[in-house]
């Protein structure tokens, strides 16, 4: 029966608002700020802070990198040498990235042939059957030949056929190798797109001239418009010690914001720079710190046999990240976000409902004056008739 009387009502039942003034201040007072705070986030928030009476679109970039320096090291190994751009920024050209080699391990004339494993647990032995011919594991040099030679006047080690001798990475350079690396600097060009408000520009102003370019370093208070920056103020934007990270490398952010009002002139449209470090460097989790990779540079010696160098580069990776977002007023969002605001001034009229109807202490007074049950018309108009002509005295025959 319940659900019968549940159905019924369903189908045949019609609510419609009713309005009620209420004489009531603190009820009044509530409608007014419930109203007065959503005014103040529509205008305030959607349209002033968010724009919301503006078309927007996300940026569309490119970016080219140049580094420019020179430094000289002199070693017993390698005697005094210059280095320039060529040899330590790998590979010439990246994507949105660049890497500058500030610290290095060299392994110079290696060649292929047969010499003793770099010692360690696995590879240290004393009689020959500690070597198993043919084993390799994923840190070894080479693959064993089941030997077992000196390696020095105190230890012996399973002999390799690799390239030989094999490289001996335990001990990193410190200080850096190239430690004047952080005066080398970093010329970046970004040329950006808005797709939608066909709008195009690039970091390098045009307020900049060659003459200024060619002398001006990035600053963020003299020169905040300068393309060019100095890596050791970079990573020192970025609260970290180059010297430090140079030794055993790291990945740092160099960020381009182009967040522009297409409604103001377009020299307003500016790129901001900021800069962040983005590999984990915690004190307490120092497993495999830092950025580092190996390539050989390969040589044909005069008898015919090949030999190379093997290089194991540490340096700093800066990948370039752009981003950004233009906005330009358009009719569509601004109809949207008012509509939108217009029927946000519901949520004061149910707020109100809710204090009047369950929280005051004439609620039911104000219940019975909020709600009218009004019956069916025709129902109500027949079952009228029926009680006058059940009210009329009966007709009693007449004869003439």
């Known amino acids: 029966m319940a659900l019968c009387g549940a159905l019924h009502s369903f189908l045949f039942e019609y609510d419609t608002p009713r309005i009620v003034l209420i004489r009531s201040r603190k009820v009044g007072l509530i409608n007014r700020a419930v109203q007065l705070g959503i005014l103040a986030y529509v205008i305030g928030w959607v349209f002033l802070w968010e724009k919301g009476y503006q078309e927007t679109d996300s940026v569309v970039s490119s970016v080219?990198?140049?580094?420019?320096?020179?430094?000289?090291?002199?070693?017993?190994?390698?005697?005094?040498?210059?280095?320039?751009?060529?040899?330590?920024?790998?590979?010439?050209?990246?994507?949105?990235?660049?890497?500058?080699?500030?610290?290095?391990?060299?392994?110079?004339?290696?060649?292929?042939?047969?010499?003793?494993?770099?010692?360690?647990?696995?590879?240290?032995?004393?009689?020959?059957?500690?070597?198993?011919?043919?084993?390799?594991?994923?840190?070894?040099?080479?693959?064993?030949?089941?030997?077992?030679?000196?390696?020095?006047?105190?230890?012996?080690?399973?002999?390799?056929?690799?390239?030989?001798?094999?490289?001996?990475?335990?001990?990193?350079?410190?200080?850096?190798?190239?430690?004047?690396?952080?005066?080398?600097?970093?010329?970046?060009?970004?040329?950006?797109?808005?797709?939608?408000?066909?709008?195009?520009?690039?970091?390098?102003?045009?307020?900049?001239?060659?003459?200024?370019?060619?002398?001006?370093?990035?600053?963020?208070?003299?020169?905040?418009?300068?393309?060019?920056?100095?890596?050791?103020?970079?990573?020192?934007?970025?609260?970290?010690?180059?010297?430090?990270?140079?030794?055993?490398?790291?990945?740092?952010?160099?960020?381009?914001?182009?967040?522009?009002?297409?409604?103001?002139?377009?020299?307003?449209?500016?790129?901001?720079?900021?800069?962040?470090?983005?590999?984990n460097k915690d004190s307490a989790h120092t497993v495999s710190p830092g950025y580092n990779f190996r390539f050989a540079k390969y040589y044909r010696n005069s008898d015919g046999t090949e030999s190379r160098t093997l290089v194991k580069a540490y340096g700093i990776r800066f990948d370039i990240i752009v981003f950004g977002k233009a906005g330009k007023f358009d009719v569509i969002p601004t109809m949207i976000n008012i509509g939108s605001g217009l029927a946000l001034f519901g949520v004061a009229t149910v707020l109100c409902d809710i204090v009047v109807l369950y929280c005051m202490k004439k609620r039911y007074f104000y219940r019975e004056k909020k709600y009218k049950y009004v019956e069916d018309y025709e129902l109500v108009s027949i079952n009228e008739g029926r009680g006058k002509a059940e009210l009329l005295p009966p007709l009693t025959p007449q004869r003439f």
């Open 64 to 279: 080219t990198t140049k580094v420019k320096g020179v430094t000289l090291t002199n070693t017993s190994t390698l005697g005094a040498r210059i280095w320039d751009v060529a040899d330590y920024v790998i590979p010439p050209q990246g994507e949105n990235t660049v890497f500058v080699m500030t610290n290095v391990i060299l392994t110079l004339n290696q060649s292929q042939g047969r010499c003793p494993e770099l010692p360690d647990d696995q590879t240290k032995c004393e009689v020959k059957n500690n070597c198993v011919p043919g084993y390799v594991s994923t840190h070894s040099s080479g693959i064993q030949t089941g030997e077992c030679v000196p390696y020095n006047s105190s230890i012996k080690t399973c002999e390799v056929f690799a390239w030989c001798p094999v490289e001996d990475d335990y001990h990193i350079p410190k200080p850096a190798f190239l430690r004047e690396a952080e005066n080398f600097t970093l010329l970046v060009k970004n040329n950006i797109w808005y797709r939608k408000f066909n709008f195009s520009k690039r970091n390098i102003l045009p307020t900049i001239n060659s003459t200024y370019l060619k002398n001006c370093v990035y600053d963020a208070q003299t020169d905040p418009f300068c393309p060019i920056f100095r890596l050791g103020k970079i990573v020192e934007a970025a609260g970290q010690d180059f010297q430090e990270m140079a030794v055993e490398g790291g990945v740092m952010a160099l960020q381009i914001n182009w967040d522009c009002n297409l409604d103001r002139a377009a020299s307003h449209c500016v790129p901001k720079y900021s800069f962040r470090r983005l590999d």
